[in-house]
Each structure stands twice: as C-alpha cells, then as structure tokens.
C-alpha cells in the first residue's frame, strides 16, 4: 500500500522530472490545453446562444404565438400566388370563440423606403391594431401611439422603431415630424422602445408601424381585411398549449378545412421556437464538442508517447531505484503521477486561455458568456483522466522493467 510519504515523494520526484525537461514538457501539454480551451469555450458559446434566444423570443410578448398563413395546395402542387386565407374576422373569432386566448392582432408587413428630407432607411413596415402593442408588450419610448380613432379614419400616422429613428434623424426628436413612403407623407406619433434582435435574425428596431387601415390605403393593395398572419397571446404561459389548439380548430372550422386536409395556416408558440433553436444549437454544441474532444485525445496520446520516452530515457534509474528497495507500485505510482502532472498542467493552462476566449468573444459579441464553476470542474476533471488512462501504459511498462536488464542498460 502507498502510504502519504511514499505518495509525497513520488510527487516531487514527477515535479523535477518536468522541470528537468521544460520545453519538452510544455509541447507536450499544449495539444490538451487547445482540447480544454476549446471545450470551454464551445460550451460557454452554447450557454450564451441560448441565453441570448431565450431573451430574444422572450421579446415577442407574454406567452405569444403566431399563425402564419400557408399557401394552398392543389392536385399535389403548392399555389404560392393564392395569397394569404388569414382575415381580421378570424382574429375577432380567435378572441371570442376561445377561452385561452388573451388577445389577437393582424399584421400586414413590407418592406419599403421610408425618406426624411436627405435621410433614408430601408426598415420592415407593419400594418397592425392597437391589439399588438399589448401583446408584444411594447411601449413608447418617446411620443405615444396611435388611438382606435386613426384605426377608423385610416389616418397617416406612424410609430418608428429606435434604429429606424436613428437612422433617419440621427439625434433630432422624430416625434411631431412627418416621413415620407412611395407619395404619402406620414406623422411620426412615437418611438418604441429598444427591442433587440428577433429569434429569426431581424432587427425589432428597424421598424415602422402604422395603422392596418392605413397599409391598406396606401402602402399595399390587399383584399379588404386580409392579413399576413395574425399575432395572439394566452391568456397564461399554462394555458399556451390549449390556446393553441383551441386557435387552429376555430380557424380549421373558419376555413372550412375538412378532416384529413391540410391546414392553410401554422401557428407557432414561443415554446416551439425555443425547441427549435435549443434544437440547433445544440446539434451544434455537440459537433463543436466532438471537434474539441479529438484535440484531447490528440494530446493525451502526446503525452503517452512523452512518457514513453522518458521511461525509456530512465530505464537505469529505474533500476537503480528497484535495486535499493522500490517496489513495482513505488514506480507505477512515479510515472502516474508524472503523466498526471502534465495532463493537470495543460488543464490549468487550457481553462485560463478559455477564459480569456470567453471574455474576448462575449466583448466581440456582446453575448452574455461566462464560465460556470461546472463547466471549469468538468474541464480540470477530463485533463486528470486523460493524465491517469494515456500515462497508465507507459507507468506500468516501468514498474514491469527486471531490475537486472535495467541496471545494465546504457
């Protein structure tokens, strides 16, 4: 049995091993400090992306879902020139057919040209209802929004996203001042507040809303209360399931959509978006990971080979150490701990440069990175295995050696 002593020692005697050869030493570490700097630095990649789309579908509104339309199909063949099947009637009957939605809101949305004197931006423009606002739980920043009366009377009025007004008025008030889109001249009532990046890639912040009566008169030529897709919310994040279902069985009965038939619509919750990206991310985790792991397996096969060299190097020092009374376990335990010192080196060294990765990456790209205590455990925990199974090889080939054949070796 190894007793305290005899373990201390054998921790020197793989110290001053080390420092005997440094240059060789730090090679030989620098394929597992890659391994575990990358395996920390993809893992708080990871956590950032998920925490990021966690808060950008977060930014769509409490408990939100979305029904998209879908083009019809016909003898096999989709018809993407039938346009959207989705109506204001259909949102009105949303909110009063069902007993899990909290409210709904159509949106029209194209993209245009929006001028202010020599300025212009190329935002999204959304034609919607007051309904909207709520739901996304979105509020003016500066000025307000519009009221139900220039819903009515289609008035030329717009609210403007925060980058939409940076662009076009750069630090001059925006409220009160009139853009223009195609021949039209609107007022621009408020700005809203910042938004961020949406789960789809856009930016919120590069927006004009306008009143739905509004798009229709003057923007784009639709068919009288048609609209693109149709923004909802659950009356709670329980009920979101249920919402769901109750909205596509009063759209299937709204559509005359029989039994068996494709729906021609989709709607998609908060949670289905979150599956989706958590999904991707983390096939991509996982890849990444995998890539990381073969750096690991990579270094932890150099420094099976360092130990091997150095066994053989010290094979009549091994000798002379057996000769005056080191038993087999005396020599296992040596080499093991040396290859162990390596393999814990290059993990100190491979945690610190992934810190400083993640620091650098979340300042590059303003994600919320960090490195968790469990991640940093894992990472010390695998450079100590890959030490004790790639240096078990090589330790016990010495403590095999015949003391007799190793004394007379040159």
Known sequence: ????????????????????????????????????????????????????????????????????????????????????????????????????????????????????????????????RLSYYEIRNWQAEQGELWTATSENISEKVVVIGKQTAADLFGSVDPVGRTVRIGRHGYRVLGVLEEKGQSPFGQSQDEIVLMPITTMRSHVLATRPFETHAIMMSATSAETTDRAKKQAEAILRQRHRIGEGDEDDFIV?????????????????????????????????????NIMLVSVTERTREIGVRMAIGAREADI??????????????????????????????????????????????????????????????????????????ALGRE
């Open 1 to 128: 049995m190894i007793t305290l002593a005899r373990l201390l020692s054998a921790v020197v005697i793989a110290l001053r091993a080390v420092r005997r050869n440094t240059l060789r030493a730090a090679l030989t570490i620098l394929g597992i400090t890659i391994g575990i700097a990358a395996v920390v630095t993809v893992t708080a990649l990871a956590s950032g992306a998920r925490e990021r789309v966690s808060t950008q579908i977060s930014a769509l509104g409490s408990n939100a879902m979305i029904v998209f339309a879908r083009s019809a199909r016909a003898s096999g063949v989709r018809n993407a020139a039938a346009g959207s099947k989705l109506s204001e009637f259909d949102v009105q009957a949303l909110v009063r057919e069902s007993t899990s939605i909290r409210a709904a809101a159509p949106f029209l949305r194209a993209g245009g040209q929006v001028i202010y004197e020599s300025q212009n931006a190329s935002p999204t423009i959304i034609g919607t």
């Open 268 to 304: 998609r919750s908060q949670t289905e978006f979150k599956a989706m990206q958590d999904a991707i991310y983390g096939a991509l985790s996982a890849l990444l990971v995998s890539i990381a792991a073969v750096s690991l397996v990579v270094g932890g096969i150099g420094v099976m």
């Open 332 to 405: 296992l335990v040596q080499f093991l701990l040396e290859a162990l010192v390596l393999a814990t080196l290059g993990g100190l060294v491979g945690s610190a440069l992934g810190y400083g990765l993640i620091f650098g990456f979340s300042r590059a790209l303003d994600w919320p990175m960090k490195l968790e205590p469990a991640s940093l455990a894992v990472a010390l925990g695998v450079s100590t295995v890959i030490g004790l199974v790639f240096g078990f090889f090589p330790a016990r080939r010495a403590a095999r050696m015949d003391p007799v054949q």
